[in-house]
């Protein structure tokens, strides 16, 4: 397969995402000034990270992420990877979630808004363009964004959330927190071999690309040529 020599960012920001994101999975801080211009120079980066701050662990990272998981609900050992995980959880989703990052330490996932949430946002939305875009007199200008923030505020709270996308069991939840704690997770013993660490660049770089990860090589830039020099 053809490798792309660039993904052709603009420079707006996709960049610095994907900066944020290697910081986040990867448990490290990184420096403003790095010479990155390859994702392979992101892997090394990566690699040397976890092999100096690493637990040169050889326990695989989803099974510490599902033992943490269970304990910390309160489950016992007879309880597997296939229990249905809503059960689990119960209603009060943030606060769970809270609990588990304590209890864990470990970063959850973002969970999904609900009806009620996807509604507040709009509320908030139309409180920004009556203030913005109506011609009415400011107070009553004022009166109604105040209204429909009011609304959007009351109808947050009453969102109960929902699960990310594709946790229907606890396994799949161990997997989706593993992959958002890989580096934590080295830190604490558990194996983070440098070809998942190639994986894991090359999903973030595609998320943020619109494209095939498989594409995405070690020489592959982050900007072209012309516009790196400018």
Known sequence: MQMLDTVDWSGDGDDADFALAIERIFDLRL???????????????????????????RACATQVTFYRLRRALGLGRNVGPDAPLAPMIGGKLRQVFTDLEADTDLKMPATQAGWPGIASGLCFVIAAAILAFTTLAPPLRIF???????????????????????????????????????????????????????????????????????????????????????
């Open 31 to 57: 420096r403003s000034n790095l010479p990155w211009t390859t994702f392979g120079e992101v892997r090394d980066h990566v690699v040397a990270h976890v092999a100096a701050h690493g637990g040169g662990g």
């Open 144 to 230: 109604a964004a105040g209204a429909s923030a009011y609304v959007g505020l009351c109808l947050r709270h009453i969102d109960r959330r929902r699960l990310p996308h594709g946790c229907g069991t606890l396994g799949d939840f161990a997997r989706l927190v593993t992959e958002q704690n890989r580096g934590r997770l080295a830190r604490d013993g558990a194996r983070l071999s440098s070809a998942e660490i190639w994986r894991i660049i090359q999903q973030l770089a595609a998320d943020e690309s619109g494209i095939d990860p498989d594409l995405i090589g070690p020489e592959t830039t982050f900007f072209r040529t012309k516009a790196r020099a400018a």
